[in-house]
């Protein structure tokens, strides 16, 4: 498995930016699909944004147009840059590998390796 380390999180204000990065351990990291995910207390786990190996990318409607998901190959980090940040995006943030090939899925069951997560709170 993908060891994955999360960091960037933080407390910030509504319509402030952050942005989350995700250093991997695999130098294979370029053959994987990456995702973000989160988790806001007493809700389940849902997903944000992927990329798969060829910089295809997926949203989350709900987050359309405020945040973009990269990856830097050379680096073995993925980002997720936050922007327009509201207080309902508050949520633990992970990242995820998931599958080597395919399209930039939004289905939580085909990552395999997750990191440990980042907070994310928005106040208002």
């Known amino acids: 498995q993908v060891q994955l380390v999360e960091s960037g999180g933080g407390l910030v204000q509504a319509g402030g930016s952050l942005r989350l990065s995700c250093a991997a351990s695999e130098r294979a990291f370029n053959s994987y699909t990456m995702g973000w995910f989160r988790q806001a207390p007493g809700k389940e786990r849902e997903f944000v944004a992927a990329i798969n190996r060829i910089f295809n990318t997926n949203y989350a409607d709900s987050v359309k147009g405020r945040f973009t998901i990269s990856r830097d190959n050379a680096k073995n980090t993925l980002y997720l840059q936050m922007n327009n940040l509201k207080p309902e995006d508050t949520a633990v943030y992970y990242c995820?590998?998931?599958?080597?090939?395919?399209?930039?899925?939004?289905?939580?069951?085909?990552?395999?390796?997750w990191g440990q997560g980042t907070q994310v709170t928005v106040s208002s």
């Open positions: 995820a590998a998931g599958p080597v090939y395919g399209s930039p899925t939004s289905d939580p069951r085909l990552f395999e390796s």
